[in-house]
């Protein structure tokens, strides 16, 4: 039988000042955690970057799961499968299986080959600055996407949480929001960021099995009656439980699926906050352990969000559900509300406000890592590789660094040229053409000032984004990824042929398609719930442009590498292959 208690789409005001209150305790927990992080770290480089690589597999499997897991996760998945049942399910298998092509393809080769930022491991073997400016950039480019979505989305979800619709609310949350991040970041940098992370994962975890154990006290362990009382409950009947009600009503709906599977699927692997994880820790084991980990706890709290999702239709229905919130973004707090007790009651006012915070947290976390990578692509790649040349101290750094890895392999024919040091360095990337060095506490100040920057362009952005669909910006920037970094990593890691000019090429042959064709969409015109609902110049079917765009940007990385007037460097190859697969040399 449906419980008895009414759908609490309305909650009262003593929700509303609990939430407030716990928001506030998150706050100060985090601003606690980056003082204390900013006195126990340095002014190096590595420091502010990498947090002094000392971080366990555990810890930073539970940082790189709090890095993915976003408000969308936490939201949105379960909030999906509450409104479009099977196929909500089918979104969230996109996010878990793109940690297996992590765990294949990436994490301990990215470990080994790289030092910083997913442009060190190009530019271990394409010592070109265009290179490492093309790769700065895309990762500039996919960090701001994501990050406009998360600041406004944490705009809305407050306001929804506090009760207000008020656009004065959504603004002040958006500033608050990009202000604190820009704290942790320029205080606390990767340490920082990363206890923030493992904090918030840990309460995200935490608030999923309990609400997922009293769910399934609820209904006695029975999820064969779980998932009839959803069917009946849906508006859909057993439609819910089917493949196609979102996204199968045609070809063209489930063509638009599969583009969006393909992006996020590839799109992890690209994505600059998680690729930056690696090298948080001391060894390329401790990486491969951390991403183990992080499957672990991603799929389990998957696991839960499908219960979460189908007990938020079981027990309030997907019409409560998406009358709260459109997009069904309030269907956790919402099913918290109801196995706390209920409207009224004092435990659904703690059980609501407690995964309101936990909400807000994550929320906090996700921009701090967002911010932090773009601030490091910024500096690290743009303004030290590749604007004002070789960061100092990249000669030294190798043979300091080198013993972990058991000291580098230096190819002979590059010895008797006398290019190890410069070339098979830090990883740090400017060529060696005799440019001034950059002293790293030069850098770590540009990369602070950059966080600044960057988080008030994201501020600014997202006041003016505030009242559009934002949905879209999450999957361009899994597609962008999935276009523009992806192929350039694979192809220097495991194409011996591939040139500096198929290197940038790649890049921009991926980002510009993917931002063109969405610009075309479906999603910015067209429809009613565009970006500019009256107009209408698209001419691209599809709202997610990966299955064109990731093609092209292999092609394109292909194509440049034919038509080069340069030939691969087999030595640099050779050092890059041995490095990254036994982790000699690597820092």
């Given amino acids: 039988m449906r419980a008895a208690t009414p759908p609490p789409v309305a909650p009262t005001g003593d929700h509303h000042g609990l939430a407030v209150v716990l928001f506030a305790v998150v706050v100060l927990v985090t601003l606690a955690i980056t003082f204390w992080a900013g006195r126990r770290g340095g002014n190096a480089a590595e420091d502010f970057y990498a947090g002094g690589r000392d971080f366990t597999p555990l810890q930073n499997g539970f940082a790189l799961s709090g890095d993915y897991l976003s408000a969308a996760s936490f939201l949105g998945v379960a909030g999906l499968i509450a409104l479009y049942g099977y196929d909500g399910v089918l979104y969230s298998i996109g996010f878990l299986v793109a940690w297996l092509v992590v765990l294949m393809l990436v994490a301990e080769l990215v470990r080994n080959a790289g030092r910083y930022t997913l442009a060190d491991v190009l530019a271990l073997r394409l010592r070109r600055r265009k290179v490492r400016a093309a790769a700065g950039g895309a990762s500039v480019v996919v960090t701001l996407f994501y990050l406009v979505a998360q600041m406004v989305g944490a705009g809305s979800l407050v306001a929804l949480l506090l009760g207000t619709n008020s656009a004065q609310a959504r603004t002040w949350t958006i500033v608050a929001v990009g202000g604190l991040m820009i704290v942790y970041v320029t205080i606390g940098g990767m340490r920082a960021t990363t206890w923030i992370q493992i904090v918030k994962a840990f309460l995200l975890v935490a608030g999923s099995v309990v609400l997922t154990v009293l769910l399934v006290v609820r209904f006695h362990g029975d999820v064969a009656e779980l998932m009839r009382q959803a069917a009946q409950h849906s508006g859909a009947g057993q439609r819910y439980l089917e493949p196609g009600l979102k996204y199968g009503k045609s070809f063209t709906s489930r063509l638009d699926f599969f583009s969006l599977g393909l992006a996020l699927v590839l799109g992890t692997a690209g994505l600059p906050h998680i690729l930056s994880r690696f090298y948080t820790v001391p060894t390329a084991r401790a990486a491969r352990r951390s991403t183990m980990w992080a499957i672990g706890l991603v799929g389990g709290f998957y696991l839960m969000a499908i219960a979460l999702g189908l007990g938020a239709t079981a ?152 009242q559009l669909n934002v949905a879209f910006l999450v999957g361009l920037a899994f597609a962008v990824a999935a276009s523009a970094n992806l192929p350039v990593l694979l192809y220097s890691l495991f194409w011996r042929r591939f040139t500096a000019r198929g290197a940038v090429w790649s890049v921009y042959g991926g980002l510009v398609p993917a931002v063109v064709l969405v610009a075309f969409s479906p999603v910015v015109s067209g429809t009613k719930v565009a970006l500019f609902p009256g107009m209408d110049f698209h001419w691209f079917p599809l709202e997610n442009p990966g299955i064109v765009s990731i093609p092209l940007g292999f092609l394109a990385g292909w194509i440049g590498t034919l038509l080069s007037p340069e030939t691969a460097d087999p030595d640099r190859y050779a050092e890059l292959e041995v490095r990254s697969l036994t982790g000699a040399g690597a820092v």
């Fill in 315 to 466: 027990l309030i229905g997907s019409a409560e559900v998406r009358q709260a919130n459109s997009a069904g973004n309030t269907a956790v707090p919402l099913l918290a509300l109801v196995l706390g007790g209920g409207n009224g009651s004092t435990g659904g006012v703690v059980l609501f406000a407690l995964i309101s915070a936990i909400a807000f947290a994550t929320i906090l976390a996700v921009v701090a890592g967002l911010t932090l990578a773009s601030s490091a692509a910024f500096a690290h790649d743009i303004w030290a590789g590749a604007w004002r040349g070789r960061p100092r101290g990249a000669r030294a750094q190798r043979g300091g660094r080198g013993a972990r890895g058991g000291g580098a392999v230096v190819p002979a024919s590059r010895r008797a040229r006398g290019e190890a040091d410069t070339r098979a360095g830090s990883g740090t990337g400017a060529e060696a053409d005799g440019a001034p060095a950059v002293a790293e506490q030069d850098e770590v100040l540009v990369a602070r000032i950059a966080a600044v920057g960057i988080g008030a362009v994201a501020i600014v952005l997202s006041l003016f984004a505030q």
